[in-house]
T-cell receptor
Framework: DGGITQSPKYLFRKEGQNVTLSCEQNLNHDAMYWYRQDPGQGLRLIYYSQIVNDFQKGDIAEGYSVSREKKESFPLTVTSAQKNPTAFYLC????????????FGPGTRLTVL | AQSVSQHNHHVILSEAASLELGCNYS??????LFWYVQYPGQHLQLLLK??????LVKGIKGFEAEFIKSKFSFNLRKPSVQWSDTAEYFCAVSLLGTYKYIFGTGTRLKVLA
């Protein structure tokens, strides 16, 4: 089905390596978000973008970077500076209008060995 | 700082039992309120939402929630749970005038057949 695609579903990396997680959407939504989900901590906002070529830090942006060169794409790079990168990462989108619902992708589980 | 509290981290019920999951938020301004559900192996999806109007909102699969402004609460209820309701439930608040969502830590519900 269409909507929001995150790839890959599972990702393994060695400690010290940067890794980029993909998020693509065909919903024509303006805003895109990256969250990190850890057991017992809910969803925590990493970065979000309201418009192409613009993005803002969320609550836990340290050790992460993003780009928004196209409306459809919002890749997240987990850098070696992120102290505890093993987690489940969720991408979300939201249509224009600040009262709209967020829609979530299937997520990527990153394990750093 | 704004926050969302979910009081029950784990709930175990038998089928046909009634469910109430608590959610409180700390923010003095206008908010939009959401409950999301994550079934095992599935995307996070919207269960119901409150933007304005009738404080009792109905969602999918027989769920409802009541917004009590004076208590800063948005509790989720279902009169009779089913085994298929086994999932993790997240309360979320979006702050009017921003694109930012704040999620609670989640409640894992297990329904015994």
């Amino acid at each position: 089905d269409g909507g929001i695609t995150q790839s890959p579903k599972y990702l393994f990396r060695k400690e010290g390596q940067n890794v980029t997680l993909s998020c693509e959407q065909n919903l024509n939504h303006d805003a895109m978000y990256w969250y990190r989900q850890d057991p017992g901590q809910g969803l925590r906002l990493i970065y979000y973008s309201q418009i192409v070529n613009d993005f803002q830090k969320g609550d836990i942006a340290e050790g992460y970077s993003v780009s928004r060169e196209k409306k459809e794409s919002f890749p997240l790079t987990v850098t070696s500076a992120q102290k505890n990168p093993t987690a489940f990462y969720l991408c979300a989108t939201q249509a224009r209008g600040r009262t709209d619902t967020q829609y979530f992708g299937p997520g990527t589980r990153l394990t750093v060995l | 700082a704004q926050s969302v509290s979910q009081h029950n981290h784990h709930v175990i019920l038998s089928e046909a039992a009634s469910l109430e999951l608590g959610c409180n938020y700390s923010y003095g301004g206008t908010v939009n309120l959401f409950w999301y559900v994550q079934y095992p192996g599935q995307h996070l999806q919207l269960l119901l939402k409150y933007f304005s109007g009738d404080p009792l909102v109905k969602g999918i699969k027989g769920f409802e929630a009541e917004f009590i402004k004076s208590k800063f609460s948005f509790n989720l209820r279902k009169p009779s749970v089913q085994w298929s309701d086994t999932a993790e439930y997240f309360c979320a608040v979006s702050l009017l005038g921003t694109y930012k969502y704040i999620f609670g830590t989640g409640t894992r519900l297990k329904v015994l057949a």
